[in-house]
């Protein structure tokens, strides 16, 4: 049988490429000064995906939220193999935080219908890892977090290894379920060529300058429309959406610069390293 | 995201400057493709846009996930299994994965066959971004040409039958030619092709230093006419792997360690002929040793490239006397000729590859281009044919010059490094012997220079200087314009003298730097053409002549000193062979 999946990912600045502009004044991330890519963990996630439909056969729709420069995403999506590809973008969702977004998201889901839904451990520009979880808890579904193996997937149940930091958990659990994977599960296949040369020519109906009714078929009938959803076409209340439906305030932004300071030297015998570990411990880098 | 093609500027320079838009055009044949096949190009914006998109992807793949697997692969090599099966260094299988998942196993095939219908000079540079990130990789990767081959001459049926999988990434290939006594000779072929009373062919013999022997479709030179002992009595076969094909043995070699080099037996294997009988070497394997000459040239460069980025990024940090090295003249000179080097072979090799995609054009056009018109018929034989004399010429300097310079370039980077070269610790010696196989296979140079000499003699390459010379320059390109003519009438007076020498030895003994010549001045010409366009590329032009123009006149010294001492004074010279208790 197949499974339809669904994976969710973020374009987010390219943390790499960082330079002096990179923060604005008030200590929030300049996204104008830093070029755009795919999260990495959410390719991962769209690699277990396509892996799961080539060994299963399905779907994979890959939805993301974002303005409609998030567009390339998705017709990075494609390039790799996805089949569909929708972006949520409404201005009202500005400004969302983890809460809101995993709302938004998964009001969005929902009229997916999935048996799966994929996310990338965490984004690269906020670390919070919380989307995810968030998801799943909106959903009701049961969510299972870094994973690195799916061991087997048979009728609804799936059996993931997780890595738990210390060591591995090996889980069973029912679909319809929320996986979040790491970067360490699978390495994300390239672009396919054709496949490249075909849909980056596909369209968002925002991105034409003026579309006509002619243009949209034109582009659908070819397989090349990417979908965008409001959150009037999701059914997502505004109050739980953007700002009002966002109560992480950020209190104070520190910019910390780590420097170099006094060091002393231990000697590489027993005790010495017995002093090392100790001294670690007590200033709670280790332990 | 580290990106092979995006970091190589010398790359970019050649796909904006070069009229890869034209070879668009030819390649599309007027953007008909597109009602057939969703994802050919409508246009030449589209076309170029793709093989942008296509050379980035796969810059990314080579310097993300290819590169970094290069030293274990050329410390593991291949392994023959007791089943005669080969198991490849896991770094190459990933690899070859990877390449057929981001659907560039048919680089230059038809549309209707899985390909990416694109012109060999895309090709060429993709095979350049592939031996950089592992040179090894190149001799599976760059065997497109079998399918290439196959795709030219062999029937319908054939091509049905093993283009699509080759094109997937699915088989892979291998061009079956040399045998124990059938090296660069190989109008001695030996292995027996013979057809059953139904006319079914059948493969009977051994073949020896087979690069990836163990792939699936091996196109296998025989002799069918047993009663004519040279190369009219060869012909092209294919063979599918399977029990009547049986590697023997895998080579221990000095480098290209995940390229499995296989001794093979066919045991009276199926076989099914391409194309007619006994064109086999003088058409086929003619036609696939050209593009296959290219392709060498192109792994030497992407070998250059690795070696020297090394070097100029070691000098820069290593520091002696409390400076960097890269302060001494003597390794700034290094660092300069070995990057001057390789822009003067990549330049060369791409565009012999630019004039062999033009070349393909008329032929195509001749061939299926129903041309009405008797003197646009007459108009494009004359062009095939012009451009024909050029690569000729042109692809043993590519092959013979890149080859070169890639073992130069790698020696030169072991200098830059000293002691830590010499190490395991450094892929540079791992370069060095990677380029050394470069000047050997698919042709030594000391026969590429043989193939390209008769070009120099016979005036095509004045003939080609005169055309690319032939426009208006800007005025600080025409002193070295003047420089150039001036090599050309020592070039003219070079020929002349051989020519009027008895024999042919003469000519042979002096081949190799005549051609040299010929190579400084072509190389010159292309460069000056660069300097047209851009102040970077105008220095290296100036460099480039600054220093070859001296050894353009030391050369001419020599081949006019009628002197003949290593071909007459052989026994004196050389001595007796030595002979051992």
């Known amino acids: ?56 056969g399905g779907t994979v729709t890959v939805l993301t939220m974002g303005p409609p420069a998030a567009c390339d995403l998705l017709r990075e999506s494609l390039f790799r193999g996805a089949d569909r590809g929708i972006l949520i973008t409404d201005r009202r969702a500005a400004a969302s935080d983890t809460l809101a977004t995993s709302y938004i998201l998964a009001c969005a889901v929902r009229k997916l219908e999935p048996d799966i839904v994929l996310c990338g451990r965490q984004a690269i520009d906020g670390d919070t890892a919380q989307v995810g979880p968030q998801l799943a808890e909106k959903l009701g579904f049961p969510v299972v977090t870094y994973l690195e193996q799916l061991q087997s997937l048979e009728d609804d149940v799936i059996r993931v290894k997780r890595n738990v930091g210390n060591g591995w958990e090996v889980v069973s659990c029912k679909l319809p379920v929320l996986l979040t994977v790491m970067e360490t599960a699978n390495t994300p296949r390239p672009r396919a060529a054709r496949r490249m ?87 709670h880098t280790i332990g | 995201m580290a990106n092979f093609y995006t970091d190589n500027e010398d790359i970019q320079f050649h796909f904006e400057h070069m009229d890869v838009a034209g070879l668009a055009g030819v390649m599309e044949e007027g953007f008909r493709f597109h009602d057939e096949f969703e994802f050919a190009p409508t246009d030449v914006e589209d076309a170029l846009d793709n093989y942008r998109r296509i050379l980035e992807s796969l810059g990314e793949l080579a310097a993300e996930e290819i590169a970094p697997t290069a ?108 045998e124990p006594d059938a090296g660069s000779d190989l109008q001695a072929v030996k292995t027996r092709a013979y057809q059953d009373e139904d006319g079914n062919w059948f493969v009977h013999g051994v073949k020896r230093f087979i690069t990836n022997g163990c792939g699936e479709v091996l196109l296998v030179l025989c002799r069918t006419e047993p009663e004519i002992s040279d190369g009219r009595g060869l012909s092209l076969l294919v063979v599918e792997r399977g029990e009547k094909v049986k590697v023997r043995r895998l080579e221990n070699k000095l480098g290209i360690h995940g390229s499995p080099t296989c ?83 990549r330049t060369l090799t791409y565009y012999s590859t630019y004039y062999v995609d033009q070349e393909y054009g008329v032929l195509r056009e001749m061939e299926f281009g129903n041309v009405e018109d008797k003197d646009r018929r007459r108009q494009l034989k004359q062009k095939s044919r012009k451009l024909g004399r050029c690569n000729k010429m042109l692809t043993p300097m590519s092959k013979y010059y890149a080859s070169e310079m890639s073992m130069r370039v790698s020696n030169d980077s072991m200098a830059v490094l000293g002691g830590s070269g010499y190490m395991k610790d450094y892929p540079v010696e791992r370069n060095l012997r990677d380029s050394r196989i470069t000047t050997i296979y698919e042709g030594t140079s000391q026969l590429q220079v043989i193939a390209a000499v008769a070009g120099v003699t016979s005036g095509t390459a004045g003939t080609f200087l005169e055309m690319r010379l032939d426009r208006d320059w800007p005025e600080d390109v025409a002193p070295l314009i003047g420089k150039i003519r001036e090599g050309m009438d020592i070039m003219a007076e070079c020929v002349e003298f051989i020519k009027s020498q008895p024999g042919t030895s003469y000519r042979d003994l002096h081949a190799r730097r005549l051609v040299d010549i010929a190579v400084y001045l072509v190389v010159a010409s292309l460069f000056c053409d660069h300097a047209a366009v851009s102040e970077k590329k105008k220095k290296v032009a100036e460099y480039w002549l600054q220093w070859r123009m001296p050894e353009i006149h030391m050369l001419k010294e020599q081949i006019l000193s009628g002197d003949m001492a290593a071909v007459k004074e052989f026994e004196a010279l050389a001595g007796p062979v030595p002979v051992t208790e």
């Not at chain 1, 200590?27 to 277990?48: W, Y």
């Not at chain 1, 582009?219 to 959803?229: Q, T, V």
């Open chain 2, 263 to 345: 001794e093979i037996f066919f045991d009276n294997a199926p076989a099914k002929l391409i194309g007619e009988r006994q064109r086999g070497l003088i058409t086929y394997v003619m036609s696939l040793m050209n593009g296959a000459r290219i392709g060498i040239a192109s792994q030497a460069i992407g070998i250059g490239e690795a070696a020297y980025r090394v070097a100029r990024d070691y000098a820069h940090s290593r520091k002696q006397f409390d400076t960097a090295i890269e302060n001494f003249p003597a390794v700034r000179e290094l660092l300069v000729n070995m990057s001057v080097d390789l822009q003067a072979a």
């Open chain 2, 71 to 178: 030293e274990e692969t050329d410390l593991v090599g291949n392994t023959l299994n007791e089943d005669g099966s080969v198991t490849r260094a896991p770094g190459i299988d990933n690899a070859l994965k990877r390449l057929a998942q981001a659907e560039v196993m048919g680089f230059t095939l038809p549309y209707r066959f899985g390909g990416l219908n694109c012109p060999q000079l895309v090709y060429t540079m993709s095979n350049d971004i592939i031996s950089r990130a592992d040179a090894s990789l190149m001799n599976i990767y760059g065997l497109q040409g079998i399918a290439e081959t196959i795709s030219a001459f062999a029937s319908e049926e054939i091509k049905q039958q093993y283009l699509p999988p080759m094109a997937s990434g699915k088989w892979t290939g291998a061009m079956v030619l040399t």
């Open chain 1, 197 to 283: 040369m075909k849909y980056k020519k596909a369209l968002a109906p925002l991105e034409l300058a003026d579309a006509d009714a002619g243009q949209l078929d034109t582009l659908k009938e070819k397989g090349l429309l990417l979908e965008a959803w409001t959150l009037d076409d999701i059914g997502a209340e505004m109050a739980w959406c953007g700002v009002d439906g966002s109560p992480t305030k950020v209190h104070r932004i520190q910019s910390v610069v780590l420097t170099g300071g006094e060091y002393h030297e231990l000697p590489p015998t027993d005790e010495g390293v017995a002093e090392l570990i100790g001294e670690l411990i007590e200033e």
């Open chain 1, 1 to 56: 049988m197949g499974y339809n999946c669904v994976v969710c990912a973020k374009q987010v600045p390219d943390t790499k490429q960082i330079t002096g502009d990179a923060m604005k004044e008030d200590g929030t991330v300049n996204r104008g000064a830093l070029p755009t890519i795919f999260n990495p963990e959410d390719l991962n996630a769209l690699e277990e995906a396509l892996a799961i439909r080539d060994a299963h």
